[in-house]
């Protein structure tokens, strides 16, 4: 009897349901899905998505109408698009030509192109990794069950499978990375909802701040929202065109956006370590602790341990003690800060130097700041967000065995790399590029196009910080009737192979971290 049955099973005329005919589209797509970005590469990946991103927002901006009459260019168009995606923030138009609609487009750009937000995009990926493995290796032992089956057909009784220690520790990874993925959800939308409120009911309570808006003709929540998102993801965009200089005297406002930069950028590990270990306390969940104690295993960039997190937040603010120090000493009397009272300079000057390692909102202009404030900025704009000053026994500590051994194998083809391929090799050759471009100017008008302003415009791009020294019509050695002081950057005023040159930079600046081992080389001792 069970011969005549596997008979009928193999038989040729029997009719069966092959796979390939059931093949759905949802499988397809799935299929597609991990057959391209679940095994591409990471650099390839961020590369398409701040294109996709860019053109999509480029293409936005231009279907939608200016709020003035004035029509930017579609190549001016396209640098604001990539400014705000990689949050570079430079600017070559004046902000207030954009109608709600294209603001709303801005700050959603600027959402998406936020590292956090990113990182969060990654951490999904990740997860769809596991799954992807998980059922992979699933299939795997389904198949060698069913030959197992097919060759000892009636004679063998199955058993569950024994769940091996490696399977436990599987999915005790997939349940912390998608913890951590609900962690990382809460606090973007904790930042934003609060910062959002606290900046709205400053301004409903501060008269001088709401006029401002109102003459202006700004929609107060779109402007709301617009400056919790740029200040959160360390844009530095404001849809004012003076930027935060028209509430240099609203220090409540610049106290409010002052955490909300740091916890965005530079503070966020130290924050989310914090996070997972009141969640760890509270809840006992054994994901937490997983978080905390195998924070490599989880692939996530941002989450350090404990000792990297006091490290990053004594440097963090080292920096802005050193800085605020120096430009209260350079610039108290200097006529920088002219018209606010001892409190609002203080403030102000602290919101500035916050601002100066990646958020690039400001308070002043920076053109009549002095050379030794600006060569300052410039060092901290190239320096990375999670650089820290870390004692030479640690650093040898964390380092793995493997990892030496790897280094002294390939340590030509390093030093090569390093000397040829560094991250000072690209900026010297994007500063090069735009002095050639922009010689003319350089030789007409040395006052605004000069090799430091060049130079600092491109380490601002490189570093998405947005600073710019801007441009006056007043500084030109030949006086021109027709000159109109904007208030967009020295970008602005650049020649359209200049601006592309920037455009490059400012997508280099958000791919470096592929450079360098990760940016170890700027790890400083």
Same mark, same amino acid.
């Given at each position: 009897?069970?011969?005549?049955?596997?008979?009928?099973?193999?038989? &040729?005329?029997?009719? #069966?349901?092959?796979?390939?005919?059931?093949?759905?589209?949802?499988?397809?797509? !799935?299929?597609?899905?991990?057959?391209?970005?679940?095994?591409?590469?990471?650099? $390839?990946?961020?590369?398409?998505?701040?294109?996709?991103?860019?053109?999509?927002?480029?293409?936005?901006?231009?279907?939608?109408?200016?709020?003035?009459?004035?029509?930017?260019?579609?190549?001016?168009?396209?640098?604001? *698009?990539?400014?705000?995606?990689?949050?570079?923030?430079? !600017?070559?138009?004046?902000?207030?030509?954009?109608?709600?609609?294209?603001?709303?487009?801005?700050?959603?750009?600027?959402?998406? $192109?936020?590292?956090?937000?990113?990182?969060?995009?990654?951490?999904?990926?990740?997860?769809?990794?596991?799954?992807?493995?998980?059922?992979?290796?699933?299939? *795997?032992?389904?198949?060698?069950?069913?030959?197992?089956?097919?060759?000892?057909?009636?004679?063998?009784?199955?058993?569950?499978?024994?769940?091996?220690?490696?399977?436990?520790?599987?999915?005790?990874?997939?349940?912390?990375?998608? !913890?951590?993925?609900?962690?990382?959800?809460?606090?973007?939308?904790?930042?934003?909802?609060?910062?959002?409120?606290?900046?709205?009911?400053?301004?409903?309570?501060?008269?001088?701040?709401?006029?401002?808006?109102?003459?202006?003709?700004?929609?107060?929540?779109?402007?709301?929202?617009?400056?919790?998102?740029?200040?959160?993801?360390?844009?530095?965009?404001?849809?004012?065109?003076?930027?935060?200089?028209?509430?240099?005297?609203?220090?409540?406002?610049?106290?409010?956006?002052?955490?909300?930069?740091?916890?965005?950028?530079?503070?966020?590990?130290?924050?989310?370590?914090?996070?997972?270990?009141?969640?760890?306390?509270?809840?006992?969940?054994?994901?937490?602790?997983?978080?905390?104690?195998?924070?490599?295993?989880?692939?996530?960039?941002?989450?350090?341990?404990?000792?990297?997190?006091?490290?990053?937040?004594?440097?963090?603010?080292?920096?802005?003690?050193?800085?605020?120090?120096?430009?209260?000493?350079?610039?108290?009397?200097?006529?920088?800060?002219?018209?606010?009272?001892?409190?609002?300079?203080?403030?102000?000057?602290?919101?500035?130097?916050?601002?100066?390692?990646?958020?690039?909102?400001?308070?002043?202009?920076?053109?009549?700041?002095?050379?030794?404030?600006?060569?300052?900025?410039?060092?901290?704009?190239?320096? &990375?967000?999670?650089?820290?000053?870390?004692?030479?026994?640690?650093?040898?500590?964390?380092?793995?065995?493997?990892?030496?051994?790897?280094?002294?194998?390939?340590?030509?083809?390093?030093?090569?790399?390093?000397?040829?391929?560094?991250?000072?090799?690209?900026?010297?050759?994007?500063?090069?590029?735009?002095?050639?471009?922009?010689?003319?100017?350089?030789?007409?008008?040395?006052?605004?196009?000069?090799?430091?302003?060049?130079?600092?415009?491109?380490?601002?791009?490189?570093?998405?910080?947005? #600073?710019?020294?801007?441009?006056?019509?007043?500084?030109?050695?030949?006086?021109?009737?027709?000159?109109?002081?904007?208030?967009?950057?020295?970008?602005?005023?650049?020649?359209?192979?200049?601006?592309?040159?920037?455009?490059?930079?400012?997508?280099?600046?958000?791919?470096?971290?592929?450079?360098?081992?990760?940016?170890? *080389?700027?790890?400083?001792?």
């Amino acid at each position: 009897m069970k011969l005549e049955q596997l008979h009928n099973h193999n038989s &040729p005329n029997k009719s #069966f349901n092959h796979p390939i005919t059931n093949f759905s589209t949802k499988s397809f797509i !799935s299929s597609l899905f991990n057959s391209i970005v679940l095994h591409a590469n990471p650099l $390839g990946l961020h590369i398409c998505y701040f294109l996709t991103i860019t053109v999509l927002g480029y293409l936005a901006l231009k279907l939608s109408k200016p709020r003035t009459d004035y029509t930017p260019t579609d190549f001016d168009l396209f640098f604001t *698009a990539a400014s705000a995606s990689t949050v570079a923030s430079l !600017s070559t138009v004046e902000m207030e030509v954009f109608s709600n609609t294209q603001l709303v487009i801005m700050f959603t750009l600027i959402f998406l $192109g936020g590292e956090i937000f990113i990182s969060l995009l990654g951490l999904q990926l990740r997860r769809s990794k596991l799954i992807s493995s998980s059922l992979h290796k699933n299939r *795997a032992n389904s198949s060698i069950a069913d030959q197992e089956q097919s060759i000892e057909l009636g004679s063998v009784m199955f058993q569950k499978p024994v769940e091996s220690d490696h399977d436990d520790e599987t999915r005790l990874l997939h349940n912390s990375i998608k !913890s951590l993925g609900y962690v990382v959800t809460g606090y973007i939308l904790v930042a934003h909802v609060l910062g959002t409120s606290l900046v709205s009911m400053y301004i409903s309570l501060t008269t001088n701040a709401k006029s401002v808006l109102e003459n202006k003709g700004l929609v107060l929540l779109t402007f709301y929202v617009f400056t919790t998102v740029s200040t959160f993801a360390n844009c530095g965009f404001i849809p004012t065109n003076e930027n935060m200089i028209v509430f240099r005297n609203n220090p409540g406002l610049l106290l409010i956006l002052i955490p909300f930069g740091l916890v965005g950028e530079t503070l966020y590990p130290p924050c989310l370590r914090l996070i997972i270990w009141v969640m760890e306390r509270y809840t006992k969940r054994k994901e937490y602790t997983y978080m905390l104690e195998n924070y490599k295993e989880l692939n996530y960039g941002h989450l350090m341990s404990s000792k990297e997190c006091w490290f990053l937040v004594a440097t963090v603010f080292g920096f802005l003690t050193l800085q605020f120090v120096t430009f209260c000493i350079m610039e108290w009397s200097s006529g920088v800060m002219e018209g606010m009272s001892s409190y609002e300079k203080v403030v102000g000057s602290l919101f500035q130097m916050a601002n100066a390692r990646h958020a690039g909102e400001s308070v002043v202009d920076l053109s009549v700041v002095s050379s030794v404030i600006l060569v300052i900025f410039i060092v901290m704009m190239y320096f &990375p967000p999670y650089t820290s000053f870390l004692p030479i026994g640690y650093q040898q500590q964390e380092e793995d065995i493997q990892s030496i051994k790897s280094r002294k194998m390939y340590k030509k083809k390093n030093i090569i790399q390093n000397l040829i391929f560094s991250q000072l090799s690209y900026l010297t050759i994007f500063v090069i590029l735009i002095c050639f471009t922009e010689r003319k100017s350089l030789k007409d008008d040395p006052l605004n196009f000069n090799v430091l302003n060049i130079v600092f415009e491109v380490i601002s791009a490189y570093g998405s910080v947005g #600073f710019s020294t801007g441009y006056g019509c007043k500084r030109r050695l030949k006086l021109d009737e027709n000159c109109i002081d904007k208030s967009y950057g020295l970008a602005g005023w650049f020649s359209k192979e200049g601006k592309a040159i920037l455009i490059l930079a400012m997508f280099y600046g958000r791919f470096k971290k592929f450079n360098v081992h990760g940016g170890q *080389a700027w790890r400083l001792i």
